[in-house]
């Protein structure tokens, strides 16, 4: 069952920030994020592995909520470079912790 | 000093041929991945090797066939391409949970 992102896509001026939502409708084993620019491979951003972990990269950083089977993607004072396709991918705890499927993503757009 | 390897980068092919994509990792991960994304950027799992053993195989056509040499290596074969077939495939590896991905082979069938 793939997760469900939300917004689609997001449009920010540089310095705005931004919230990405992944939910999912089974017990989740991890949450991961990844970023994909137009042409390129998805590149790992964070993991988050037990609930209400929080990470860091950068100024972007993930909350993880087990309970409400949610993760959430900050972007903190958004810069040019953040633009691209955002996915959470999931990790389920029937499926074991290898198996990803990925949500639909979330296009950001960060302009001038 | 390449992570993950695939080639070829560009696949256009007819419809009905057999072809094959080869990915290499360097990273001396014990699992790898194959992925494909379609033309709505929908990322989706199609096999997992670990130490050449077959441990996910998502429903996908019979004519999709990989094969693990080795632990550095995970091939793609297709046979009889269909028109459903054009999208990029990326290969991926994993040691423990983060996943590198290879820069992806975009196929079309024309």
């Known amino acids: 069952q793939q997760p469900v992102q939300s917004p689609q896509a997001v449009i920010l001026r540089e310095g705005e920030d931004a919230v990405i939502n992944c939910s999912s409708s089974k017990a989740l084993y991890s949450v991961h994020w990844y970023r994909q620019k137009h042409g390129e491979a998805p590149v790992f951003l964070m993991i988050?592995?037990?609930?209400?972990e929080q990470k860091g990269h950068e100024k972007i950083s993930a909350s993880f909520n087990v309970k409400k089977q949610q993760s959430s993607l900050y972007l903190t004072a958004s810069q040019l470079s953040y633009s691209g396709t955002y996915f959470c991918g999931t990790a389920y705890m029937d499926t074991g912790r290898r198996a990803l499927t990925f949500g639909s993503g979330t296009r950001l757009q960060v302009q001038p | 000093d390449t992570a993950v390897s695939q080639t070829p980068k560009y696949l256009v092919t007819q419809m009905g041929n057999d072809k094959s994509i080869k990915c290499e990792q360097n990273?001396?991960?014990?699992?790898m991945y194959w992925y494909k994304q379609d033309s709505k950027k929908f990322l989706k799992i199609m096999f997992s090797y670990n130490n050449k053993e077959l441990i996910i195989n998502e429903t996908v056509p019979n004519r999709f066939s990989p094969k693990s040499p080795d632990k550095a290596h995970l091939n793609l074969h297709i046979n009889s391409l269909e028109l459903g077939d054009s999208a990029v495939y990326f290969c991926?590896?994993?040691?423990?949970?983060?996943?590198?991905f290879g820069p992806g082979t975009r196929l079309t069938v024309l």
């Open positions: 988050l592995l037990k609930g209400g």
């Open positions: 990273l001396g991960h014990d699992t």
């Open positions: 991926a590896s994993s040691r423990y949970n983060e996943q590198f």
